[in-house]
């Protein structure tokens, strides 16, 4: 069993580019609905970690510790980061009250709790992550049922489009009912479990699929199709394509991990691994960089003005210091924690 899926990794560093743009330059600037790239990174996650979980069984405690150890240590170096330049420049009425730090500390800002976004705003999506990752992935992955899946993954879709709409590239934090569940909630429910199921997928017909020569040949012409349909879904406002971002978005990831085309192979070179690398960083960084670049004058966060070299500079400045990020503090901080817990155990896999 493959360790990893370098192509797919690869892929999350340009949808957290995308991410980084549209809170840069707003999304109506750069693609106007951008948001789906968090639905990207759910399903992705999704997948990925049935490839851990199914390949490398743990118990609920050892997989609730792992995830922590990933999500938990930079979310706290970076709502850091932001504290301290928000208490040293921002009037103390306008500070975020300690209750909302409160929620962010203890991982919960992706619920409904908060009226509005505030510290470091993408972190509610790995705040859902977290949430669907210990309370339904872990015990229907380890249980293998599709059956109950599949019932989460359209009941959550289903939910959606009745209350939000196809358009649902910004339906995070808004409650639904009660302070427990927000449209990110249902997301990150229907993503993350829609991985699982491309995962099992990808197991059936994986063997199947790499023996046909058709399959290989037909694979860089399908996935360079469903990358530029999934780039022109979220880069024109039309009502039939908002329909398309989570759909192409599965289908890409389940064809590029089974029948890899040419696409696939030049992501999964190197260079490519080490982008899908720092995509973690660039995604949770990116806010406090530019929080302590409208502290510092370079640039107006309400506005967005600037000049051309500050916002280059922006740019520029974000890329080293992820790779400082996933290597200094990232990496070595989830592998300590790792090392400093007895709680991850593993057994053999059953089918």
Known sequence: MANRFVQLDALRFFFAVIVVLG???GFEATLVNGGFAVDFFFILSGFVLSHALIGRPSSAAGFAWARLARLYPLHLVTLAWIVVIVLRTVPQDLIPAAPELAV??????GLAILAKHTWNQPSWSISIELIVNILLFHPIVRARSVATATACVVGAYAA????WGPLFNGFSIQRIGSPLLSGGLLRGVGGILLGYLLYEAHLALKRRLAAGTGFRRAATAIESAGLCILGLSMAIDSPVLHYLPVPISALLILQMATVPGAVSRALGTRFFAALGDISFSIYL???PLLITFGAAGLITLDTRAGSFFAWALYLVMLVPLSFASFRYIE?????RLMRYSGWWRTSTATS
Do not use: N
């Open 160 to 163: 959606i489009l009745v209350i």
């Open 285 to 287: 960084l990116h806010t």
């Open 331 to 335: 990496r070595p901080l989830q592998r």
């Open 23 to 25: 809170h840069a330059f």
């Open 104 to 109: 962010h500390l203890t991982m919960l800002q």
